[in-house]
Structures are given as C-alpha cells and as structure tokens.
Nanobody
Framework: EVQLVESGGGLVQAGGSLRLSCAAS????????IGWFRRAPGKEREGVSC????????YYADSVKGRFTISVDNAKNTVYLQMNSLKPEDTAVYYC????????????WGQGTQVTVSS
C-alpha cells in the first residue's frame, strides 16, 4: 500500500521560511513524478512543484519560482519543498502527490499539511 506522509507545515510570518517533507512508502514502480499541490480557501487546487524520477526534471508554478525549491532524498524516499520568502497568498493546505506514470496511470495523495503565512 502506497503511503505519503507529509510534515513541516505551520504558521510563519511573511518573509519567513518553511520546509515541507513527504515520506513515501509502499511503492515499487520507478517511473513516477512526485510533488506538491496546494488548495487555498475558496480557490481551486494548484500544482506547485514536482520532480521526475527518470531525469530529475522539475516544474514550478510561476507564483513560486525563485522562492520554492523541490528536492528528493532517494535513500529516504522523501521529497522536500523548501519555501522561502513566504507570502500571505501562499497560505493553503499543501498536499503531496505521487503520480505513477506506468499504465495504469494513478495518483496517490497525502493527507495534507497546513501552511499559514501571516502578514
């Protein structure tokens, strides 16, 4: 059973930093993308960042480029999201998602972790 366990959320002042972690377990496929989505109150879910298992290529939403950095510790099967220069508009529940890219394509989700940025 695939499990994704997020941690690292919290309350921070604008301009501060947080690092989110997502520990993945229970999967055996090696072609996947893992990353972060977020949902702010009253808004649709937004893709924030992800990284590919095959070539390490990364994606960042325009809203976080230059401020957020995604990384993976393969030995720990853990993906991190370093968030710097946080803004109040970054306030959201952040979800880790693991997308299996071998047929059938399937998404696994974590339970979410709250990030609140005060102004």
């Amino acid at each position: 059973e695939v499990q994704l366990v997020e941690s690292g959320g919290g309350l921070v002042q604008a301009g501060g930093s947080l690092r989110l972690s997502c520990a993945a377990s229970g999967f055996t496929f090696d072609d996947y993308a893992i990353g972060w989505f977020r949902r702010a109150p009253g808004k649709e879910r937004e893709g924030v960042s992800c990284i590919s298992s095959t070539d390490g290529s990364t994606y960042y939403a325009d809203s976080v480029k230059g401020r957020f950095t995604i990384s993976v510790d393969n030995a720990k099967n853990t993906v991190y999201l370093q968030m710097n220069s946080l803004k109040p508009e970054d306030t959201a529940v952040y979800y880790c998602r693991l997308r299996r890219r071998v047929t059938p394509v399937y998404d696994y989700w974590g339970q979410g972790t709250q990030v609140t940025v005060s102004s």
